[in-house]
């Protein structure tokens, strides 16, 4: 069995590398595919604490609500692909520096 420092040090990999994609892309789908990798760490880590919370039992609580949030993400990665889609159709750029130049 993995102990929890690995699964610490696996969400915290994961978190690191959705920061680096939210800081360093201007690309909306790379954006949302770093917000994606950000919930992915914080679900790891609510189910990894839950795991180990108390020894020889798992909540099923943490459970229920990491399935009820990757529903959740999955509605806002929805939403945000359609933005993208509609702001690529309307505009012909997905660069947010452009797109917000174009408010103006």
């Known amino acids: 069995m993995i102990e929890l420092s690995g699964y610490l040090l696996c969400s915290a990999v994961l978190y690191l590398l959705g920061l680096y ?8 789908i790379r954006l949302i595919i770093g917000i994606e990798i950000l919930t992915t760490a914080a679900n790891l880590n609510f189910i990894s604490f839950s795991s180990y919370a108390r020894p020889g039992h798992v909540d099923p609580f943490s459970h229920s609500v990491v399935i009820v949030l990757i529903v959740l993400g999955a509605c806002v990665i ?23 130049r174009l408010r103006w």
Do not use: F, K
């Open 21 to 28: 994609c939210l800081v360093t892309t201007r690309n909306m």
């Open 78 to 100: 929805a939403v945000g692909l359609t933005m993208a889609v509609y702001a690529y159709r309307h505009y012909g750029t997905l660069d947010i520096r452009e797109l917000r």
